[in-house]
Every structure is written in C-alpha cells, then in structure tokens.
C-alpha cells in the first residue's frame, strides 16, 4: 500500500524524528552535533521556520519544527543531505546516513504542544544516558530552563503556555518535566487521532489541517481576502489593523493569515505588513486558531 502523503500546513508544528540508517549511530565525534547546530540555524533562517524543541542522541534526533511557506520535507532534506555530506567526506564513507524516510507528526499547538516538547527533552533519561535532562547537554532543554542555549531556538510559545512571568514559567516547565517521565510516545496525550496518524490532535484539529490541504488555490487578492474576513467576523478594517489584541481580532488576523499561505494569495510577511503585525505574532496565531481556518 502506497504511503500517504504530508500534510503541508503553513505555520504548522511538526515533530520530527530522523534516525541513522539501520539505527546505526550519525554522530562520531563532538563536533558533529555542532555541526548539526549549525546546519540547522542556517536552514531555517533561509526557510522561515523555527525549533520549538531539539534533542540530539546518538543515532537518530527529534525536532519540534514550524514552517512557514516551505513544506518541511524540504527542510529536513535539506539538513540531512548537508550534515550527512560533510560527516561522510571527513570519515572517507559513502552510502545512506539517515534512514530515507523521517517521521513526522503534525501537532495541534495548544492542546499538545507541551507533551511533545517534555517527551522530546526526556528522551536521554528514557534512554538511560542521564538521570535528569539537565545532565545532557544536547537539546533544548536548556534553554527552557534559562541556561546557555543556541540563539535559533524558541521557547517563548510553550513557556508562555504555564505563566507569562518568565521565572514562574520556567519554574512550572521543572515541574512539569518532572512529573513525565513514565510518558510514552504512542500512548495518551502523544496517541497520535486513530483515523490519520499523520496528527496529534483532537477532531477539530484533524478536519482543519485535512480540508487545507483539500482546497484549490484561491483567486482572491490579499485586499479581497481581508475585506472578506472583517465581513465575516463583524469588524472593521480600521480596527483589524490597530494595536489591540482583543481575542475577536486575533481570530481574525488567524483566519487571514491561514488563508493567505493556504490559498497561495500572500506570503507570510505580505500578509504581516498589511495587518500590522509582526511574522513571528502572526506565525503564532496560526498555531493557537486553527479552527478559523476552513
């Protein structure tokens, strides 16, 4: 049976895992995982994309990726390809590195987003590498705590989620770690939906992500589309555009942005200027509304 294919969603979180091939080991010295580091920081600043959650064991890694307008196969690809040509001319070897085909979940952000952050900075202690995730030095895990961290990593959503005090956020992240080590992948909060297991979410999330992916390109102009959402919502235009943060708006704001990527009508920064907003606010309401988009 064929597989099916990705579901690409513009602002979309993805974790992603990459194995060695035949589970043989991918790094064999310190200074590949910083050169992996330094793959990634590069490629998803060329992409638009960001990582929520890393961590590097020894034969494969995990990510917790959002992408922008670029599908994330393309991301992966080309991060392993690079990692794996440069390792491969160094030990003097050819052949696969990485397994062909990653796995890759899309991930409902605000009823699941931090179950797969924790699982993914666990996965040393799982392992038996460590005690504690704070003993390991390769992942995220870090950088949620305040610690020194590689600059291309983003915890402000997830902390967000437990306080809008950065301390208490941190404070509530430990505990929560915590208590999730008996967490397993597959099992409760991390069951991926028993009708498409290409998610992690809930019904909803599942008929959202599945009917973007359904529908045409759309003809409309960015105009268009925005006077078309303020008439829908029952707001005007002049408001849309304000600084407020009302919850009516960011709907709104949500709801043009998904369609613009969607539709191929805008890119992520035309749609940002013409809301006044900023990428990276306008990247999180995609993930935080995706119901408003249909």
């Given at each position: 049976?064929?597989?099916?294919?990705?579901?690409?969603?513009?602002?979309?979180?993805?974790?992603?895992?990459?194995?060695?091939?035949?589970?043989?080991?991918?790094?064999?010295?310190?200074?590949?995982?910083?050169?992996?580091?330094s793959i990634v920081a590069e490629t998803i600043l060329q992409f638009d994309a960001r990582v929520h959650a890393y961590c590097w064991m020894t034969n494969h890694v995990h990510a917790l990726v959002q992408v922008g307008d670029t599908p994330l196969g393309k991301i992966v690809l080309k991060v392993a390809s690079r990692y794996a040509r440069l390792?491969?001319?160094?030990?003097?070897t050819t052949g696969h590195l990485f397994e062909r085909r990653y796995f890759a979940l899309l991930v409902q952000a605000d009823s699941h987003l931090l179950e797969v952050v924790r699982y993914i900075h666990l996965n040393p202690v799982?392992?038996?590498?460590?005690?504690?995730?704070a003993q390991y030095r390769w992942s995220s895990h870090h950088a949620y705590l305040g610690a020194a961290a590689p600059p291309w990593?983003?915890?402000?959503?997830?902390?967000?989620?437990?306080?809008?005090?950065?301390?208490?956020?941190?404070?509530?992240?430990?505990?929560f770690v915590a208590q999730g080590h008996d967490v397993r992948f597959g099992v409760g909060p991390l069951a991926c939906h028993p009708d498409d297991c290409r998610v992690l979410g809930d019904d909803g999330f599942l008929r959202?992500?599945?009917?973007?992916?359904?529908?045409?390109?759309?003809?409309?102009?960015?105009?268009?589309?925005?006077?078309?959402g303020c008439q829908r919502f029952g707001v005007s235009e002049e408001l849309l555009i304000s600084s407020?943060?009302?919850?009516?708006?960011?709907?709104v704001r949500a709801y043009i942005a998904g369609e613009a990527?969607?539709?191929?009508?805008?890119?992520?920064?035309?749609?940002?200027?013409?809301?006044?907003?900023?990428?990276?606010?306008?990247?999180?309401?995609?993930i935080s509304h995706p119901q408003n988009r249909r």
């Open positions: 049976m064929a597989r099916r294919p990705r579901i690409h969603v513009p602002g979309g979180l993805y974790h992603v895992t990459l194995r060695g091939n035949h589970r043989q080991a991918i790094f064999f010295a310190e200074a590949d995982r910083q050169l992996l580091d390792v491969q001319v160094r030990l003097e799982r392992a038996g590498l460590v005690e504690d995730p990593v983003t915890t402000t959503l997830a902390l967000a989620m437990f306080d809008r005090e950065l301390g208490r956020a941190r404070a509530a992240y430990a505990r959202a992500v599945r009917t973007d992916g359904w529908r045409p390109p759309s003809r409309q102009t960015l105009n268009e589309l925005v006077s078309a407020s943060k009302a919850r009516r708006l960011t709907q990527l969607v539709g191929r009508v805008a890119s992520l920064s035309a749609v940002a200027r013409r809301l006044n907003r900023s990428e990276s606010a306008l990247r999180e309401l995609l």
